[in-house]
C-alpha cells in the first residue's frame, strides 16, 4: 500500500512539473482586459457556490517591473466586489506568483496558452498540505468560440478534473457598473 501512495504523489509531481508556460510568451500582448468564462475547481468548500458563478472581468496591466497588476470585478449575492491582484514574473515567461489571501500561501501563475486576442488558458496550482489547482478560461469578450471552450475542458480533463467542477457560467449584468474597467 505505501508503495502505491509514493507512486501516486511521484505521478502527481511528474504531471504537474510537466505544465510548462507558453513558448514566447508576450506581456504586452497580454495585458489588456479579460474575462473569466470557465473555471474548473473541485475544492469541496467551493461546491455550493458552483451554480452562483458569474463570468468575471478583470484587467492586467503590466508594471516597469515586468510584473501584472490584476484588477477583478465579481458578481456576488452582496454585489459587485473588486479585487486586486500582484501577479510577480519569475525567471520564466508566462510563470507568476501570487499570494492567496483566501489559502494564506503563494501560488503559481501559469500561462498554458493563449492566442492573445481571444483567448487564455491559465493554470492556478499550489501543493501544500492538499493540492489547490484551478484551470481558468479567460476571453477578451464574454463569448469565445465553441472549439476553444472545448480546449479549456480537454485542459481540465488532463489536470483529472470532474465533469461536475468544469464550468461555464452565465455573464453577470451590470459588474462592472457601466464605465467601470474599461
Not at 1 to 22: F, S, Y
Amino acid at each position: 500500500m505505501r508503495t502505491t501512495v509514493v507512486a501516486v504523489v511521484m505521478v502527481m509531481v511528474v504531471m504537474v512539473q510537466a505544465i510548462k508556460p507558453l513558448r514566447d510568451f508576450d506581456p504586452q500582448r497580454f495585458a489588456g482586459k479579460w474575462y473569466r468564462v470557465g473555471l474548473a475547481y473541485d475544492s469541496p468548500s467551493f461546491a455550493p457556490y458552483r451554480d452562483k458563478l458569474k463570468v468575471s472581468m478583470g484587467t492586467i496591466t503590466l508594471t516597469s517591473s515586468g510584473n501584472f497588476n490584476l484588477t477583478m470585478w465579481d458578481a456576488t449575492p452582496l454585489g459587485c466586489q473588486v479585487k486586486s491582484y500582484l501577479y510577480e514574473k519569475t525567471s520564466t515567461p508566462g510563470l507568476f506568483t501570487y499570494f492567496s489571501t483566501r489559502h494564506n500561501m503563494v501560488k503559481d501563475i501559469t500561462v498554458v496558452d493563449t492566442n492573445y486576442t481571444d483567448y487564455a488558458l491559465v493554470l492556478k496550482h499550489k501543493v501544500f498540505n492538499r493540492e489547490y489547482t484551478q484551470v481558468a478560461l479567460y476571453g477578451r469578450s464574454p463569448r469565445v468560440k465553441h472549439e476553444v471552450f472545448n480546449k479549456f475542458r480537454a485542459f481540465a480533463f488532463s489536470r483529472s478534473f470532474p465533469r461536475d467542477s468544469i464550468l461555464t457560467p452565465p455573464p453577470a449584468e451590470n459588474c462592472p457598473a457601466s464605465g467601470s474597467g474599461r
